[in-house]
DNA sequence: CTCCTATATAACCCATCACTTATATAAGCT
DNA sequence: AGCTTATATAAGTGATGGGTTATATAGGAG
């Protein structure tokens, strides 16, 4: 599944935006997305497994629960796709700033 | 459809990457796209469509043909949520310099 | 007016995805 | 061992997406 394909999905995204703060119990994860998407705890899990087949996410064992942490670099890679864009929305100085900030680490990307 | 549903397609980024070039007929986006992915033209042209109901693209009449053009508004959008994911793979410094750049535009976007 | 080119739309098909319910796995407690 | 908690997986279903072929629309050329 491309990184984009895996983003598409807004209980992904969401996920993704906790797992930014730090590491969270699966259980945790289920909490907020219930409350706010009103799907089951199997559903949760599926989204869980892609995040972690796509490689956003990885997760540890911690006796009877799984700990999730965010993993960058799909998004580093979704985020080198888009700056090819930047142009269109910032002023040339200011794309130039952000490309040297960024390092120039991603060239022929995707 | 959310704009990372439209960038999940790969013919789909082909298509913004050819219009990040300039503006472009149908046609050659036609014939650009059936050579890369071996589609027909009526799959080309819903793919079009896609990108103009989302607003990644608007279209002119020029005669028989339309020409395209690229919108960035929605890739910019896009970027703006993945700019709270960069101080992952940024060092602090640079992703401040990054945010400076952008203008610090984009604020409780999503 | 008719024909051709350029492009979009309609109708249909099939695969995939996101969900559900039910069940399995595994660790900790009593 | 048996129960409970935490989480994942299996099996099935309905919706949607991306493809196809066929057709419509519209402008320019003869």
Redesign the pocket.
Known sequence: ?HAFDVL??P?RRRILELLAEGEL???EI?DVIRAE???????V??????LRDSGFAT?RVD????IYRLEPAPLEQADAWLSRFRIFWTHKLEALATEVARGKKSRGED
């Open positions: 599944m598409g999905d209980v119990r699966s259980g289920t998407f009103s799907i089951t705890q199997a559903a899990s599926q989204h869980l497994k892609v997760s006796g009877p629960r799984r």
